[in-house]
């Protein structure tokens, strides 16, 4: 069982950056795979970024790359998702997700645990 608590979210102009965190409880922190989502109003959840359990190797959603960047803390269960050159389309509801390490395959899918997720504003 993984507890996943976001925070950083907030309001902020176009072109500027925040931080996004997530604080992952348990034992086993480093053995998932850690995923930001976001879900914009009146749209479906999309995929943000992802780093592995095992090699720390990232990935990222086309609209995101070059932007954004995705780290973690194994010793202290944290998760980081910076977000430079902020656009009003980053606008959404940002999740914090975990995967463990037994699914393997497209690493958009297979989250099974979710935090309650942190509002970005982003205004032009």
């Known amino acids: 069982q993984v507890q996943l608590v976001e925070s950083g979210g907030g309001l902020v102009q176009a072109g500027g950056s925040l931080r996004l965190s997530c604080a992952a409880s348990?034992?086993?922190?480093?053995?998932?795979?850690m995923g930001w989502f976001r879900q914009a109003p009146g749209k479906e959840r999309e995929f943000v970024s992802a780093?592995?359990?095992?090699?720390?190797?990232?990935y990222y959603a086309d609209s995101v790359k070059g932007r954004f960047t995705i780290s973690r803390d194994n010793a202290n269960n944290m998760v980081y998702l910076q977000m430079n050159s902020l656009k009003p389309e980053d606008t959404a509801v940002y999740y914090c997700?975990?995967?463990?390490?037994?699914?393997?395959?497209?690493?958009?899918?297979?989250?099974?645990?979710w935090g309650q997720g942190t509002q970005v504003t982003v205004s032009s």
């Open positions: 348990g034992r086993t922190f480093s053995s998932y795979t």
């Open positions: 780093i592995s359990w095992s090699d720390s190797g990232t």
């Open positions: 997700a975990a995967r463990r390490r037994t699914v393997v395959g497209d690493i958009t899918a297979g989250y099974e645990y």
